[in-house]
């Protein structure tokens, strides 16, 4: 049985860092490109960032890009999102997902991705 769960999340000031973890079992994350999605209260999920299987090619919104870093642990078959010089706006539910996908990665989110149940975020001004 697949399982993604996300940890990491809390309360910080603005400017403040935090670093999301996705972990998993059940499946191989290095041969999975993984993106993490936030969602604010009444706002539609929006795709942050990603890597690629093997290779670990990033990508970001031009929203996070600068402050946030994706990263994986082989080892510890976990994926992190390093968030800093976090903004209000950066306030959301963050989701990771994984895609079986031999080539990049997308922050748009297909019809077989395997979601965790997501862990918040919320930035204080």
């Known amino acids: 049985q697949v399982q993604l769960v996300e940890s990491g999340g809390g309360l910080v000031q603005a400017g403040g860092s935090l670093r999301l973890s996705c972990t998993a079992s059940?499946?191989?994350?290095?041969?999975?490109?993984v993106a993490w999605f936030r969602q604010a209260p009444g706002e539609e999920r929006e795709g942050v960032s990603c890597i690629s299987s093997g290779s670990g090619s990033t990508y970001y919104v031009d929203s996070v890009k600068g402050r946030f870093t994706i990263s994986k642990d082989n080892a510890k078959n976990t994926v992190y999102l390093q968030m800093n010089s976090l903004k209000p706006e950066d306030t959301a539910v963050y989701y990771c997902?994984?895609?079986?996908?031999?080539?990049?990665?997308?922050?748009?989110?297909?019809?077989?991705?395997?979601w965790g149940q997501g862990t918040q975020v919320t930035v204080s001004s």
């Open positions: 997902s994984a895609e079986y996908r031999p080539i990049g990665c997308t922050v748009i989110a297909g019809r077989d991705d395997y």
């Open positions: 059940g499946l191989t994350l290095d041969s999975y490109a």
